[in-house]
């Protein structure tokens, strides 16, 4: 009990100094939020599409206290895992075409203190470190993922275990863990807070994800995953304390168990309006409604229910009748609106590429399309690409921030003016560009 309550101030500590600084972006939500990113160093622009060296993306995020930019779009093919330093903000936004995917490796952000991750593809593949995760996190506090694209991890896709606290995942696609593991990811923090917000996990056979300490887990969808399960409660004699609120669960192809697996006492949960499409009978509701228009049960649209709060539903949690008080969500979407909030806006959405589109179709297809899969090399996945490059707008002063957007807020190209604050709104002139993209 003295470990709970303590657990609990500390969270609730978190929570004040949370709400005491600006968010990391304009839409920052969760544990993450205010996570401060390279706001006050040098801008980097990552200028070409090399595994190392200068102007590639691996020498952009080997230092703390930078704000990287792309001049460049494209596949950015790794050989080794790439370490994310402190205080970085990657602002896949800035690039051109597609915008940018990393591909053939994974990332650790480990000790990646205060960074910010938005719009960017991370998908390591088969040729990746063995055992290895796709994006792993042992430590580190203050990190915010948004509207990134992770996909097949050679063990985890997306894992946080460890002394981590403090983490949003927003607006993401976790997908396609390579089997044999084929794992969407651990959330296992010794210190906690870990938000999953408005989130795709899709064709990992479990770990969708499997969590353990202080989360929440809000207007997300999970979709295909195996026998291995879905939302995998705790298993743990450690406590768990969560919030799993108006999620969707949609079994497809691969789908064999109910959505949450080995919860026991130990996870302490409030769980309220989850909803679970079970009968994987979409495509043929659309057939239905194409011969018979007269038919109005035929719509094409999720046919599920809410789950209950049982040990039935929720495999043996100990429920709580009050939410956790953590930060969340500024607008709690119904389940419905979620399930189109995040097929329409998750992933690197800017420009989605042809593996996001794909998986995207699986989720529309309602339980027929989807598969787990160990090679994605093959078609239709082919390697993630090809990604196109696009031209970046004319930067005369180098300073990450095109010349028309600095004529049109008052700033001037010819002079590098990066890191001011032109309207005292608290981000750095080169924030308010990179948020303006999005």
Not at 159 to 185: E, F, K, P, R, W
Not at 264 to 271: E, G, I, L, P, S
Not at 280 to 301: P, V
Request: aromatic letters at 8%; one cysteine or more.
């Amino acid at each position: 009990m003295l470990w709970t309550g303590l657990l609990h101030l500390l969270v609730v500590l978190l929570s004040a100094h949370t709400s005491l600084a600006i968010p990391a972006f304009p839409g920052a939500e969760g544990f993450g939020a205010s996570a401060i990113g390279g706001r006050g160093g040098s801008v980097y622009i990552v200028t070409n599409l090399n595994d190392s060296g200068a102007g590639s993306f691996r020498d952009a995020v080997s230092q703390s206290h930078r704000i990287v930019t792309f001049a460049v779009g494209g596949v950015i093919k790794i050989n080794s895992r790439i370490v994310v330093s402190s205080h970085v903000t990657i602002a896949g936004q800035t690039a051109p075409g597609q915008g940018i995917t990393v591909y053939g490796n994974g990332l650790s952000y480990s000790g990646a203190d205060h960074s910010i991750t938005r719009y960017i593809r991370y998908r390591m593949g088969k040729g990746g470190d063995a055992g290895k995760d796709g994006i792993t996190i042992a430590n580190g506090n203050n990190m915010i993922f948004d509207h990134v694209s992770v996909s097949w991890g050679r063990d985890e896709t997306f894992s946080i275990n460890g002394d981590v606290s403090n983490v949003t995942i927003q607006d993401t696609i976790i997908a396609q863990g390579l089997q044999t593991h084929s794992c969407g990811g651990l959330i296992q923090t010794s210190t906690g807070g870990v938000s999953i917000i408005r989130s795709l996990y899709i064709d990992n056979k479990t770990r969708n994800p499997k969590v353990k300490g202080v989360n929440e887990f809000v207007n997300n969808v999970v979709y295909n995953w195996g026998g291995g399960g879905g939302y995998i409660a705790g298993d743990s004699s450690e406590k768990s304390f969560t919030n799993i609120m108006n999620n969707v669960f949609i079994s497809g192809p691969s789908t064999s168990v109910s959505p949450f697996t080995r919860g026991n006492a130990n996870f302490q949960t409030f769980v309220q309006h989850n909803y679970y499409d079970s009968n994987k009978n979409g495509l043929m509701k659309w057939f239905h409604r194409i011969i018979d228009t007269t038919n109005s049960s035929f719509t094409g649209k999720l046919d599920g229910a809410e789950l209950a709060a049982t040990t039935d539903n929720y495999s043996g949690v100990a429920f709580v009748g009050t939410r956790f008080n953590y930060p969340t969500v500024n607008k709690l979407l119904a389940p419905l609106d979620a399930y189109s909030t995040v097929l329409s806006g998750a992933g690197m959405s800017k420009s989605r590429d042809n593996v996001d589109t794909l998986l995207v179709n699986e989720v529309k297809s309602l339980g027929t399309s989807g598969e787990l899969i160990s090679d994605e090399t093959v078609s239709p996945w082919n390697s993630g690409g090809p990604i196109a490059g696009g031209t970046a707008p004319k930067d005369s002063d180098g300073d990450g921030m095109p010349d028309a957007w600095e004529k049109a807020n008052g700033l001037n190209p010819n002079v590098n003016d990066a890191s001011g604050d032109k309207n005292g709104d608290g981000y750095d002139n080169i924030e308010n560009y990179i948020n303006s993209l999005v």
